[in-house]
């Protein structure tokens, strides 16, 4: 399947893509709303919360924004590339469950995104309000898997 026809094919199947899909595909994250599916090999997933899609719209959004300086963005491009992009999303959710959930016994794990983003905006009444400041050294110190070199067999 050429990657034209994938997308097209990616849009009709998944009407309300997972905001963290990203992390919740290489397993950094989980969450109760996610929902994993295949298409010609490939997987993708898709958000089974319409407000749970809304809240972490809302949430990427304002880290992203918060995280501007700690990564190095000044601009406002439409995709960040991969590594910046987990960076949020996985160090992101880290900071805000060590900050939501003190004592995890590992504070690194993130077993549930849809739970977490509404505990975070319970106790501080909205998303806007959380200490990002406690958060940024998450995103700041969070390393993606570095890239695998491609064997050439000659």
């Not at 899909?21 to 109760?32: D, I, Q």
């Not at 849809?114 to 905006?121: F, G, K, S």
């Not at 700041?140 to 491609?150: L, M, S």
Request: hydrophobic residues 35%; positive net charge; glycine residues 4%.
């Amino acid at each position: 399947m050429d990657q034209d026809a994938f997308r097209e094919t990616y849009r009709e199947v998944n009407e309300r893509a997972c905001v963290f899909e990203k992390s919740v595909l290489t397993n950094r994250c989980a969450c109760s709303r996610a929902e994993r599916f295949c298409i010609a090999e490939r997987e993708g997933v898709r958000c089974l919360s319409e407000a749970g899609q809304d809240r972490c719209q809302r949430a990427l959004a304002i880290l992203r924004e918060q995280a501007r300086f700690a990564l190095r963005t000044h601009e406002d491009r439409a995709t960040l590339p991969h590594g910046k992009a987990m960076r949020i999303q996985v160090g992101g959710m880290q900071g805000i469950r060590a900050l939501i959930e003190p004592d995890a016994d590992d504070p690194k794990a993130v077993p549930d995104v849809y739970a977490l983003l509404a505990r975070a905006e319970q106790q501080f009444q909205n998303l806007e309000q959380l200490p990002f400041s406690r958060i940024m050294p998450w995103i700041a110190a969070y390393e993606p898997r570095p890239r695998r070199k491609h064997r050439r067999d000659h």
